[in-house]
């Protein structure tokens, strides 16, 4: 079991720490939403291996807590990305203030 | 330790090991991959299947009713809750323009005609009117 544990929290950890690199990185917002999501879900998988491992069940009302939490938390912050969205649109079919298109980007360079 | 123990705690560990995994996959993925939607199509590998299995893999080390009630009412609202926020994440994305659409194959809000390039075709009907 100590094998398992060593290579199970391995595997969790550089998976967490990649996840971190693009929540660093990501170029915009709901990048940084959906890699705060899969860190949320991470610790959560992190937490209940722990607990299976150690056959201690002291942890598992916290992966309740942790998988709402990255619900409600990238819930809402897709509602508060659409409000900046809808407030700041202009005449021609172009928003104000926003960063350029994806692919745009890409053309660019 | 009887046999029967010892291959339940082989099928927990394999349970176990195959959704950390998974977790390293998303990890890889959402390094890798170039827009919004295909980084949410990997980070959504460990919030279904390798939630499942691990919370199976926990069930099955954790003798208790309780503990795995708890377990599966997380891997219920997993479920529950992962398109829910994955259609609000993707539908800002492509609204936004965080969307590579030189990479998409179907592109049906571009299709819809919209007459300003499809990006508000879902725009919410009870939202302020947009010309």
Not at chain 1, 11 to 19: K, Q
Not at chain 2, 21 to 39: E, H, I, K, N, Y
Request: hydrophobic content about 55%; charged content about 15%.
């Amino acid at each position: 079991m100590i094998v398992v544990a060593v290579i199970a929290h391995t595997l969790l950890g550089s998976g967490a720490l990649l996840t971190l690199l693009r929540l660093a990185r990501g170029p915009s917002l709901l990048d940084r939403v959906v890699a705060t999501d899969t860190l949320l879900v991470i610790i959560a998988a992190s937490l209940a291996v722990h607990a299976a491992l150690s056959r201690d069940a002291t942890v598992v009302p916290v992966l309740v807590v942790v998988s709402l939490l990255a619900f409600v938390g990238s819930v809402s912050i897709a509602r508060y990305v659409g409000g900046m969205l809808l407030r700041s649109a202009a005449d021609d079919g172009r928003d104000a203030g926003l960063p350029p298109a994806a692919e745009e980007r890409e053309v660019r360079g | 330790m009887s046999v029967l123990s010892q291959i339940a705690d082989v099928v927990a560990a394999a349970c176990l090991l195959a959704g950390a995994l998974l977790c390293l996959t998303a990890g890889v993925g959402l390094v890798r991959f170039p827009d919004v939607l295909s980084r949410m199509h990997a980070g959504t590998k460990p919030q279904v299947l390798g939630v499942l299995l691990v919370m199976a893999g926990g069930a099955i080390r954790l003798q208790g009713l309780a503990a795995s009630w708890m377990l599966l009412l997380v891997a219920a609202f997993q479920l529950l809750t992962a398109p829910v926020s994955a259609h609000m994440i993707s539908r800002v994305a492509y609204r936004r323009r965080h969307v590579r659409r030189d990479l998409l194959l179907v592109d049906e809000l571009r299709d819809a005609g919209n007459g300003d390039g499809g990006y508000r075709g879902d725009a919410p009907a009870d939202g302020p009117q947009l010309s």
